[in-house]
Every structure is written in C-alpha cells, then in structure tokens.
C-alpha cells in the first residue's frame, strides 16, 4: 500500500482518511486511491489526474483544485478558503517523472516543511527540482525497490531496447503495460511500428483521456496485429501465437528467468537503490518516511 495519511492538521496525502480537509493526491495509480469516495474533502492534483479522476474516477469536478507542476496555491486564512488550519499553508506541485500526470508535493507551514514524493524516477527535472525540497522536516519517500540491490538503466536506454525488439519482430507484438504508466513505452513502439496497439474498451477510455487513442491505441482487435494488456493477465494467461511479447518492469532481472518467451526490459518508473540515495544525498532531509 502507498498511502501516506495525514502530513499536516486535516490534509491527508495518497490516502482519503474521514476528518480530513484536504487530501492531496500524487497520480491516479489504485493502490494511492484506496478510501476514496466519489463524494468528499476538496482534492489537490494535477489537471491530468484530474481529468482521470473526473472521467473514471466518478469524481465531480467541483471537488477538485488542479496544481499542476511549478504551481503554488496558499491554503488557509490568507489564501483559498480550502482549509480551516489556523495557519495558512503554502503547497507546491512538481513533476515527478512517473506515470502522466504524477506529481511531488512540497508542503509549508510557518515553522514546518513536509515532502511528499509520491512515486517517482529520478531524472535531471527531478535533479533540478531537488534544491526547492532541500532540508525538509520530513520526506515521505517512495521506497518500493529499497533493499532490492536492483540497478535501473536510463529510462531512455530501455525505451531503445523495446524500439530494438519491435523492430525485430516478424510479426505482431504484444506489450505489457499498466492502465495508466509505462505511456512513453507506448508511444515509442507505436512510432517504430506505425500501427496501434489493441486495447480491451475498458482501458479504451484511459487512453482517450491521455491522448493516447484513437491514434496508438484502437478497440478494433481487427485492426492491427498488435496489442497491449496488463502486465499480470500476460504472464498468467496470454497464450502468444506467434506475437512477440515484450514487457517493460522495473522487476525484469527477477522475472526473466521464469518466463522465457517474454522479453523483459528493465523499464522502470521509480527509483533504483542508487538513485534513491542520490536524491536523498540532493534534498537532506530531517526525517525520512518510506513508502511502499
Ligand atoms: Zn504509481
């Protein structure tokens, strides 16, 4: 579970506890969804997670108070009358380099500054952003590969490997992807093949809200010789008939073994072990909080 809980009086982060008065919301990935309801607190989040949270989510949009990356908003006595603390507090979005939409927050209080990560990659814009996070009281990390060992290449070595593979293919491909994630995987297979995936309709509409269809992505399995599924539902039940089946994991090195017939890159969206270190080495933080 990724959920932070409360990070400051009344405001929750990635998770929707009762009490709260404001729940900020990193990306639309389900496991920092958990607890939220279709009616509630207002929510912060970028306009992109917005969207999803409009369009299948069930969220109306009244709730929602989009921050989107190098934006500030006050809170509070001085600022929009979203929060009742007796304080105003200031928050700022950036971008976390993770699924679309996903963003980190900074969190300030007159005497108290709160990070919180979400999930993220580190890249050069996270790099840059590192020195605003700088010294805070306390950083909620994400920490899913901590005590892996894992080591990531560049996200843009891997989207090469997959382009690689797709063009070696002597028929269609098939891709893992998450619903919403793994979207720059997507575009670059689609750019080397220069035919859309096949989608099953319920993640149709994902894929409209993202830009993605009707261009890379078609619910016309007739269409084009090429899908992409979820990742699980290809390692437990695809049967491939002659489609080269690539899929894009932060968990590749693990998995390879067991699944010859898939290709696994090493596409990760979060952090290996020595850049998790690096970004702490950046931002210096008082108090650390892993998040899993
Ligand atoms: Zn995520």
């Known amino acids: 579970m990724a959920a932070v809980g409360f990070v400051a009086d009344g405001i929750s982060a990635d998770s929707f506890p009762a009490g709260a008065t404001l729940h900020l919301l990193t990306h639309f990935h389900s496991d920092h969804l958990a607890g939220l309801k279709p009616e509630g607190a207002p929510i912060v989040c970028s306009t992109l997670t917005a969207r ?39 928050l700022t979005s950036f971008d976390a380099n993770h699924c679309p939409g996903a963003v980190m927050f900074l969190l300030e209080e007159h005497n108290r500054r ?21 010294g805070a009281d306390v950083l909620y990390l994400d920490a899913t590969y901590r005590g892996t060992g894992l080591r990531f290449p560049p996200q843009e070595e891997a989207v090469a490997r997959v382009v690689e593979i797709c063009r070696a293919a002597p028929a269609g491909v098939t891709l893992g992807v998450y619903t919403i994630g793994k979207n720059r995987v997507l575009r670059a297979a689609h750019d080397a093949l220069g035919q859309p995936f096949y989608v099953p309709r319920d993640r149709y509409r994902v894929y409209e809200i993202l830009g993605d269809a009707p261009d890379r992505v078609t619910a016309d399995r007739e269409a084009t010789p ?8 290809l390692e437990r039940y695809f049967k491939p008939r002659g489609e080269t089946v690539v899929v894009p994991t932060g968990w590749a090195a693990w998995r390879s073994r067991r699944r010859p017939w898939i290709h696994y890159v090493p596409y990760s969206e979060h952090c290996d072990e020595a850049e998790l270190d690096e970004f702490l080495d950046l931002t210096r933080p008082r108090r650390v909080v892993e998040i899993r």
């Not at 919180?116 to 790099?127: A, C, E, Q, S």
């Not at 090429?226 to 539902?233: F, I």
């Open 52 to 90: 999803l949270l409009i369009g299948i989510g069930r969220v109306s949009a009244a709730r929602l108070r989009p921050l989107d990356p190098g934006q500030q908003m006050v809170l509070g006595p001085d600022g929009a009358a979203l929060f009742s603390g007796e304080a105003s507090v200031t």
């Open 114 to 134: 709160v990070v919180i990560t979400g999930d993220f990659r580190l890249d050069d814009t996270v790099r840059r952003v590192a020195s605003r996070l700088a």
């Open 226 to 233: 090429h899908s992409a599924y979820g990742v699980g539902y």
